[in-house]
């Protein structure tokens, strides 16, 4: 595995919420992502990423940087209460329902996680430092 792809050791992502990264697309973009952990009943983890966006409203953050809420293994959005399923990132319920939200490839190897996504490059742990960010927590609309 290439070190520079390191994410966070497996036992550091939790089941009852999200770890937030950031990434860079082949354009140089900075974008958030987020590992969320799933355990099997053989107590099996497995490790889905997703960009840390909304499918309702592409610019709303799931884990606004303390990690998204979570719901009997779905992840919620709290701004419009969508929720998508943590493995397959189908959203189940709320205003965008049927949407994915966008998947990238991570490899767990000797007990940590790397992402392998051919399209991005992993930058660092947390949220894109952004004074800027004007994300409501209401879930109105207008």
């Not at 994410?7 to 089941?15: E, F, K, R």
């Not at 992840?75 to 209460?81: E, I, S, T």
């Not at 969508?82 to 189908?90: C, H, I, L, N």
């Not at 742990?125 to 952004?130: L, S």
Request: charged fraction near 25%; hydrophobic fraction near 30%.
């Amino acid at each position: 595995m290439d070190a520079s792809q390191r994410i966070t050791a497996l036992d550091a992502v939790s089941t009852d919420s999200t770890t937030l990264f950031r990434v860079t697309n082949g354009s140089g973009d900075e974008q958030e992502a987020l590992l969320v952990a799933t355990e099997s009943t053989d107590d099996e983890r497995t490790i889905s990423c997703w960009l840390n966006y909304c499918q309702h409203l592409t610019h709303i953050k799931i884990d606004k940087g303390t990690g998204a809420p979570m719901r009997d293994g779905e992840l919620v959005c709290a701004n419009h209460g969508a929720y998508f399923d943590a493995d397959s990132g189908v959203c189940t319920y709320g205003p965008c329902e049927g949407a994915y939200l966008t998947d990238l490839e991570v490899t767990v190897a000797d007990g940590d996680v790397y992402l392998t996504d051919d399209e991005f490059t992993y930058v660092g742990a947390g949220p894109i430092d952004d004074d800027d960010d004007l994300t409501s927590t209401s879930n109105v609309e207008f």
